[in-house]
C-alpha cells in the first residue's frame, strides 16, 4: 500500500508538470492585452516600461519558470511565515494578480470561506440526504419509492444549476420573499440573529447545489447496494437468523458504502473549485466567480494559479480515492 | 441406409438483433416517452421556424414586454421580439450544438479506445493521457479557450460559424474521455475472441478487423454514451452562454436566453421559464432514453 501511494505520488509530480504546462500555454495565446485598460494618450514607451514591469518582457520559458518557482517554492514560504511568524519569504517576488497588484493567493485565502461555507454545507446536506435515499431505495427495489427517488434524481441530473438557481429565486426571493436572492459575503455571525440571517441566506444556494449532488450520490448508493444484496453472504447472514435490520445496516451497507466513499472523495475537489454557476447565479463572492472575474479582466497570473490550484486537487484527491478504495476493500491490492 | 433427414427447421421465423433490442426497449415507459419527447423536441425547432413566420430578431419596440396572447404565446422580450420564435431559433443552435459536440467527442472517444485497446503498444501512452484530461478542471479551461479563440476564430470563419465551431471543438475534446474508457474495456474483451482470431488466420488486415468484426461489437456503449453525450453538450452550452461566455448577445440560444431573462426576473420570471423548461426537458428525455437504451443493448437484462 505505502509502496503504492509512493509510486503514485512520483507519478503525480510529472501529470501537474505537464497541467501547468498545458495551462500555460493556453493562456500564451492569449489575444488579449493587460495594457489594454490603459488610456490612449499614454506614450508608447511608458506602455512597454508597464509591461516589463508585469513581467511580460521576458521570453515564455523563463515567465513559466518563474512562475513555477514562485508558486512551488516561494508560496509555500510565505504559508510557512504565516503559521509560524518566520521571514523565509521576505522581499522574494510573489504571483501578483494584475487586476489588484496583490498577492494571488492573498485573495485566494480571502475568498476560500464563503465558497467551503456554501458548497461544504451542501455537500454535507447531500450526503446526508441521499445515503438513506440510495439504502432504502435499493433494499425496496422497483417500489413506488424507489421510482419516485429515480425521477428526482434524473431531474437532479438534467436541471442545469442556472435553471434551478434562478427558479428557487423566483419562487422564494420573489414571490414568496423568503429568503434574499444575494448572498451577503461581508455578513459577520456574532450572536444568534445574525447567524439566523446567515442562515436564510445560505439556504436557497445549498438547496440548489444539494439537488445536484444528492441526484448523483443517491443513484451511486442504490446501484452498489443492490450489487451486493444480491450476494451469498446475506442469504448466510439471514440464514444464521441475524435480524433484517442488522443485514442490511452492518452487513450489506459496510460493504456497499466502499465505491460510495471512493465516489464522496472524488467530488471534493468540485468544492474548492466552487461551483462556479451558482456561486454565478446567488452572487456569492468565492472562488468560482473570483475566477470568472479575472478571465474577463484577462488577469493571466490569477487564471493560471487558480486553475492550477483545482488540478492539484483533482489529482490529489483522485490519489486519495485510490488509497481508499484499497485500505477499506482487502480484496483490491495494487501491487 | 441412412435416411436423408431435413435439417431442423426453427420453430420461428429468425428475429434481429435490433428486433430484440427494440423490443426489450419498448418495455421502458420511461425511455419510451423520453424518446418520444425527445424526437418531438427536435422536430418542434427544426421545423417550428418554417410553420412560425416571425423573425427570431425582428425588433418590434411598440409591442415590447407582453404577455402571452394569440400573436405572441410566449410574450415578447423588451426589444419587442417574439419569444416563441426566439425559443425555436435557440433551441436549434443549442440541439445543434449538443449533437455535432455530441458526434465529435464519439469519434474522437471510440478513435482513442480502439487504438489503445487494440494495440497494446498504444495502450500505456493513450491510456496516460486520457487520465491526464480527466484531471484537466474542465469547466474553468472551457471558459479559457472560449475568452482565447472567440475573436481570431470569428474573423476567420464569421461571427456565428466561429462561435458555433469554438464551442463545438471546446465540448468535444473535453468530453471524449469516458467513452475512450468503455471502448477499449471492450475492446480489450472483444479482441481476445475466437472470431478475431479465426479473421486474423485468413489474413484479414488490422484495419479490416478494426471496421469489420470490432467495431460492430462495441457499438452499444458507443450508443449510451452518444444519448449521455447530447445532455451533457447541451448543459455545458448553456452553462458557457449563461456565463456569457458563449454565443454573441443577439444569436439566441436556451442558455443566452435564460441569462438575458434573469436581468427582468423581478417584472417578468415566466421569459426565465420557458428556456430552462426547454432545457431540462430536453436534457431529461434524453437521459431516460439512455437508460432505457443501456437496458435494451444489454444482452443479460434483454433475456430476462
Given amino acids: ?335 | 441406409m441412412t435416411e436423408i433427414t431435413a435439417p431442423p427447421q426453427p420453430a420461428r421465423p429468425p428475429r434481429s438483433q435490433w428486433l430484440d433490442v427494440w423490443d426489450q426497449f419498448k418495455t421502458h415507459r420511461g425511455a419510451l416517452i423520453g424518446g418520444i419527447l425527445f424526437i418531438l423536441i427536435v422536430v418542434a425547432v427544426y421545423l417550428g421556424p418554417y410553420l412560425w413566420g416571425i423573425d427570431p430578431t425582428g425588433i418590434d419596440i411598440r409591442a415590447r414586454n407582453q404577455g402571452p396572447s394569440w400573436a405572441h404565446p410566449f410574450g415578447t422580450d423588451q426589444l419587442g421580439r417574439d419569444m416563441l420564435a426566439r425559443m425555436m431559433a435557440g433551441g436549434a443552435t443549442s440541439v445543434s450544438v449538443g449533437i455535432t459536440a455530441m458526434l465529435l467527442a464519439l469519434f474522437l472517444g471510440s478513435f482513442v479506445g480502439i487504438l489503445a485497446g487494440y494495440f497494446r503498444r498504444l495502450d500505456g501512452p493513450l491510456m496516460r493521457l486520457t487520465d491526464l484530461f480527466l484531471a484537466l478542471p474542465l469547466l474553468p479551461l472551457l471558459l479559457v479557450m472560449m475568452l482565447l479563440f472567440r475573436e481570431p476564430l470569428s474573423s476567420a470563419f464569421g461571427l456565428e460559424r466561429g462561435i458555433f465551431i469554438l464551442i463545438v471543438v471546446s465540448i468535444g475534446i473535453t468530453s471524449w474521455m469516458p467513452t475512450a474508457r468503455i471502448v477499449r474495456g471492450d475492446v480489450l474483451a472483444i479482441k481476445e475472441r475466437e472470431f478475431v482470431l479465426a479473421a486474423r488466420s485468413i489474413g484479414a488486415t488490422d484495419t479490416r478487423i478494426i471496421t469489420r468484426h470490432i467495431l460492430p461489437n462495441v457499438l452499444s456503449p458507443v450508443m449510451v454514451s452518444a444519448t449521455l453525450g447530447i445532455a451533457s453538450a447541451i448543459i455545458t452550452e448553456s452553462a458557457l452562454s449563461f456565463l456569457g461566455l458563449g454565443f454573441p448577445p443577439d444569436f439566441p440560444t436556451w442558455g443566452r436566453l435564460l441569462f438575458d431573462a434573469t436581468d427582468y426576473l423581478q417584472q417578468y420570471p415566466e421569459r426565465v421559464f420557458w428556456p430552462g423548461l426547454a432545457i431540462s426537458l430536453t436534457v431529461l428525455s434524453v437521459n431516460y432514453l439512455g437508460d432505457g437504451l443501456r437496458d435494451a443493448l444489454d444482452p443479460r437484462i434483454r433475456k430476462r
Fill in chain 1, 1 to 335: 500500500m505505502l509502496t503504492f501511494t509512493i509510486r503514485r505520488l512520483t507519478l503525480a509530480v510529472p501529470t501537474l508538470l505537464f497541467i501547468s504546462l498545458v495551462i500555460f500555454l493556453l493562456l500564451e495565446f492569449a489575444p488579449g492585452d493587460p495594457m489594454a485598460q490603459v488610456p490612449l494618450t499614454v506614450p508608447p514607451d511608458v506602455k512597454e516600461k508597464m509591461r516589463e514591469a508585469l513581467g511580460l518582457g521576458q521570453p515564455a520559458p523563463v515567465r513559466f519558470w518563474k512562475w513555477l518557482v514562485q508558486f512551488f517554492w516561494i508560496e509555500p514560504q510565505v504559508l510557512i511565515d504565516n503559521l509560524l511568524g518566520t521571514s523565509l519569504s521576505a522581499g522574494d517576488l510573489r504571483v501578483i494578480s494584475w487586476q489588484t497588484r496583490s498577492p494571488v493567493m492573498d485573495i485566494v485565502v480571502q475568498r476560500l470561506p464563503q465558497t467551503l461555507w456554501v458548497v461544504g454545507t451542501a455537500y454535507l446536506v447531500a450526503i446526508v440526504i441521499a445515503l438513506p435515499i440510495g439504502i432504502y431505495s435499493a433494499y425496496r427495489q422497483y417500489s413506488w419509492f424507489d421510482q419516485a427517488g429515480t425521477f428526482v434524481s434524473m431531474v437532479g441530473f438534467s436541471v442545469p444549476p442556472f435553471f434551478s438557481g434562478v427558479l428557487v429565486i423566483v419562487i422564494f426571493s420573489v414571490n414568496l420573499g423568503w429568503f434574499p436572492s444575494i448572498y451577503d459575503t461581508t455578513h459577520k455571525v456574532t450572536d444568534w440573529d445574525s447567524f439566523v440571517i446567515q442562515l436564510r441566506q445560505m439556504i436557497m444556494p445549498v438547496m440548489v447545489l444539494a439537488l445536484q449532488i444528492t441526484a448523483q450520490l443517491s443513484r451511486f448508493m442504490r446501484a452498489s447496494m443492490l450489487d451486493n444484496l444480491n450476494q451469498d453472504y446475506v442469504r448466510t447472514a439471514r440464514a444464521k437468523g441475524l435480524g433484517e435490520y442488522t443485514v442490511v445496516m452492518a452487513h450489506v451497507l459496510r460493504n456497499s458504502m466502499i465505491p460510495v466513499v471512493t465516489v464522496i472523495a472524488l467530488g471534493i475537489p468540485a468544492i474548492f473549485g466552487g461551483a462556479i454557476i451558482t456561486e454565478q447565479v446567488f452572487k456569492v463572492n468565492g472562488i468560482g466567480q473570483l475566477l470568472i472575474g479575472a478571465i474577463q479582466a484577462n488577469d493571466l497570473p490569477m487564471v493560471q494559479t487558480l486553475t492550477f490550484i483545482f488540478a492539484v486537487l483533482i489529482v490529489l484527491f483522485n490519489l486519495i480515492a485510490d488509497v481508499l478504495y484499497g485500505i477499506l476493500d482487502p480484496r483490491i491490492r495494487y501491487d
